[in-house]
Nanobody, 114 residues
Framework: QVQLVESGGGLVQAGGSLRLSCTAS????????MAWYRQAPGQQRELVAR?????VTNYENSVEGQAATSRDKNTVNLNRVKLGPPDTAVYYC??????????WGQGTQVTVSS
């Protein structure tokens, strides 16, 4: 079993940047993919960025070029630049293990003021 703890959310002015981090504990040797999702009020949860165990990344179209994800051992980070009000959401870290089980973090609120 894996547990996830996110950090780094908060209030950011439009045009600003932030860094989110997620630390996994527990049975971390089984982790394959690590990812960041977000969910805005009244919207479905959507993928922001994913990084595989080999380091291959993919990004949601709207954040392409403005987001970078990285991982190191049991931590996955998300760096965002040029934030705008549409980026306001709860950001969730998730990991998948070798058995295809997905674990979610508790979420961290990101609010971008105009």
């Amino acid at each position: 079993q894996v547990q996830l703890v996110e950090s780094g959310g908060g209030l950011v002015q439009a045009g600003g940047s932030l860094r989110l981090s997620c630390t996994a504990s527990g049975v971390i040797f089984t982790i394959t993919d690590m990812a960041w999702y977000r969910q805005a009020p009244g919207q479905q949860r959507e993928l922001v960025a994913r990084i595989g165990s080999g380091g291959v990344t993919n990004y949601e179209n709207s954040v392409e070029g403005q987001a970078a994800t990285s991982r190191d051992k049991n931590t996955v980070n998300l760096n965002r630049v040029k934030l705008g009000p549409p980026d306001t959401a709860v950001y969730y870290c998730s990991v998948m293990n070798t058995g295809k089980t997905v674990t979610w973090g508790q979420g961290t609120q990101v609010t971008v003021s105009s």
